[in-house]
């Protein structure tokens, strides 16, 4: 099955700096990358997701990039503010199956005033 | 537009007991996905439910089951509960009843003594 690796586990950045946050995945299959931010006491949030036949997609402060003949994605945050800090999972899916996503574990981003 | 409710959010339980959690997915979505959230595992994919099928199930003991209803409500159920069962239970809903774009409800905390 699928396998996802996610770094670092623990990212502090500057207000204002930017963060990335990077994952690798194992099944070529793949074709589906969302990324989603957990805040204390919520469920994950869907911020940006990617498909694999597009290798970068923005939103604004987020972009999200892909390449995969490497298996890799990354998720790029800008002018990092207080309210981004959070936990950032990366998943992947194949998609059309029924498997659910396979999630990364984790990334506790702290914005530093 | 509502999104994903969970209830209850938080539950105590004793050991063998058996737990029944309900989640009501967005209006419009037809497919449930169920995980589970632990500190030490992550979230971990459960099964899928859609139109009232089990579509496919993750890596976990016949124990966990669920039901989806026609009107895409759905319920997951734990039976002869263990201490290691104590998690994050999330519920996912998503439109097209794959994994693309799944929205996640907050959560029921379960806490098995």
């Known amino acids: 099955g699928e396998n996802v690796e996610q770094h670092p586990s623990t990212l502090s950045v500057q207000e204002g700096d930017s963060a990335v946050i990077k994952c690798t995945y194992s099944?070529?299959?793949?074709?589906?990358f969302p990324w989603y931010k957990q805040e204390l006491g919520k469920g994950p949030q869907l911020i940006i997701d990617?498909?694999?036949?597009?290798g970068e997609k923005k939103d604004q402060r987020i972009a999200v990039t892909l390449n995969k003949t490497a298996k890799h994605f990354s998720l790029h945050i800008t002018e990092t503010q207080p309210e981004d800090s959070a936990v950032y999972f990366c998943?992947?899916?194949?998609?059309?199956?029924?498997?659910?996503?396979?999630f990364g574990k984790g990334t506790h981003l702290i914005i530093q005033p | 537009k509502a999104g994903v409710t969970q209830t209850p959010r938080y539950l105590i339980k004793t050991r063998g007991q058996q737990v029944t959690l309900s989640c009501s997915p967005i209006?419009?979505?037809?497919?449930v996905s169920w995980y589970q959230q632990t500190p030490g595992q992550g979230l971990q994919f459960l099964f899928e439910?859609?139109?009232?099928?089990?579509?496919n199930k993750g890596n976990f003991p016949g124990r966990f089951s669920g039901r989806q209803f026609s009107n895409s409500r759905s319920e997951m159920n734990v039976s002869t509960l263990e201490l290691g069962d104590s998690a994050l239970y999330l519920c996912?809903?998503?439109?097209?009843?794959?994994?693309?774009?799944?929205?996640f409800g907050p959560g029921t905390r379960l806490t098995v003594t």
């Open positions: 998943a992947a899916s194949n998609g059309g199956g029924a498997d659910g996503l396979t």
């Open positions: 996912a809903s998503s439109l097209w009843g794959d994994a693309y774009e799944q929205y």
């Open positions: 209006s419009g979505h037809r497919s």
């Open positions: 099944d070529s299959a793949s074709n589906y």
């Open positions: 439910y859609f139109s009232e099928t089990q579509r």
């Open positions: 990617i498909r694999s036949n597009v």
